[in-house]
C-alpha cells in the first residue's frame, strides 16, 4: 500500500509562484511513477507532470510546459512540484498521484491518490 500526502498549496497573486510537495510512503517505491493532476470546478481532471522513481524521464502536459517543474529528492521519498508564473487558470485542487511502471497521463492508471491540496491564484 502507498500512501501521499500533498502539502504547499495556498493563495497567490498572479505572477508569484507556490512549491507544491507530495510525500510517499509505502513498498517497493522505485518501481513507481509519480504524477501531478489537478482539477477545477465543473472541469475534468488534467494531467500536469510526472516522473519515474527510478528514472530521469520527465513529462509534462501543455498547461505546464515552461512554467512547471517536477523534481523528485529520493533522499526524503518526495515528489515537487514547482510552479511558476501563475495565471488564475492554474486555480485548482492539485493531486498528487502514484501508479506502478512507466509515467502515463490517464488519471484511469494512477492507483494511489493523495488527498489533494488548494492552489488559488488572485488576478
Known amino acids: 500500500q502507498v500512501q501521499l500526502v500533498e502539502s504547499g498549496g495556498g493563495l497567490v497573486q498572479a505572477g508569484g509562484s507556490l512549491r507544491l510537495a507530495c510525500a510517499a510512503s509505502?513498498?517497493?517505491?522505485?518501481?513507481?511513477?509519480m504524477g501531478w493532476f489537478r482539477q477545477a470546478p465543473g472541469m475534468e481532471r488534467e494531467f500536469v507532470a510526472a516522473?519515474?522513481?527510478?528514472?530521469?524521464?520527465?513529462d509534462y502536459g501543455d498547461s505546464a510546459k515552461g512554467r512547471f517543474t517536477i523534481s523528485r529528492d529520493n533522499a526524503k521519498n518526495t515528489v515537487y512540484l514547482q510552479m511558476t508564473s501563475l495565471k488564475p487558470e492554474d486555480s485548482a485542487v492539485y493531486y498528487c498521484?502514484?501508479?506502478?511502471?512507466?509515467?502515463?497521463?490517464?488519471?484511469?492508471?494512477?492507483?494511489?491518490w493523495g488527498q489533494g491540496t488548494q492552489v488559488t491564484v488572485s488576478s
Open positions: 516522473l519515474q522513481w527510478g528514472g530521469d524521464v520527465t
Open positions: 509505502g513498498h517497493t517505491l522505485n518501481w513507481l511513477s
Open positions: 498521484a502514484a501508479k506502478w511502471g512507466t509515467p502515463t497521463h490517464n488519471r484511469g492508471d494512477y492507483r494511489y
